[in-house]
Nanobody, 124 residues
Framework: QVQLVESGGGLVQAGGSLRLSCAAS????????MAWFRQASGKEREFVAA????????YYEDSVKGRFTISRDNAKNTLYLQMNSLKPEDTAVYYC?????????????????WGQGTQVTVSS
């Protein structure tokens, strides 16, 4: 199995940027498709972005298109989420997730591996 550890969260003003990282250890990272999810206080976990195991396919939730960029470096066993033009509604705990498939999914239930989450707070 793979272990996932997120980092890079913090407090930022609206319009600012953050880059989240998700370091993977354990089994071969390149064998997993990966995704970012987020969960705001009092709300359900929601899909943000996903990437296939070699990065050839990427998908974004509509509200983050054009602002967020998901990427991965299989040589470094790391997943990234570059977040630009942040808005207060982006405030949430962000989780990286992995599944043992070459194809990504937008459903949280289809991911078997999760990190502990990193808090992103965007002030207005």
């Amino acid at each position: 199995q793979v272990q996932l550890v997120e980092s890079g969260g913090g407090l930022v003003q609206a319009g600012g940027s953050l880059r989240l990282s998700c370091a993977a250890s354990g089994r071969m990272f390149s064998g997993y498709s990966m995704a970012w999810f987020r969960q705001a206080s009092g709300k359900e976990r929601e899909f943000v972005a996903a990437i296939s195991w070699i990065g050839s396919s990427i998908y974004y939730e509509d509200s983050v298109k054009g602002r967020f960029t998901i990427s991965r470096d299989n040589a470094k066993n790391t997943l990234y989420l570059q977040m630009n033009s942040l808005k207060p509604e982006d405030t949430a705990v962000y989780y990286c997730a992995g599944r043992t498939s070459q194809f990504y999914s937008t459903r949280a239930s289809e991911y078997g591996y999760w990190g502990q989450g990193t808090q992103v707070t965007v002030s207005s």
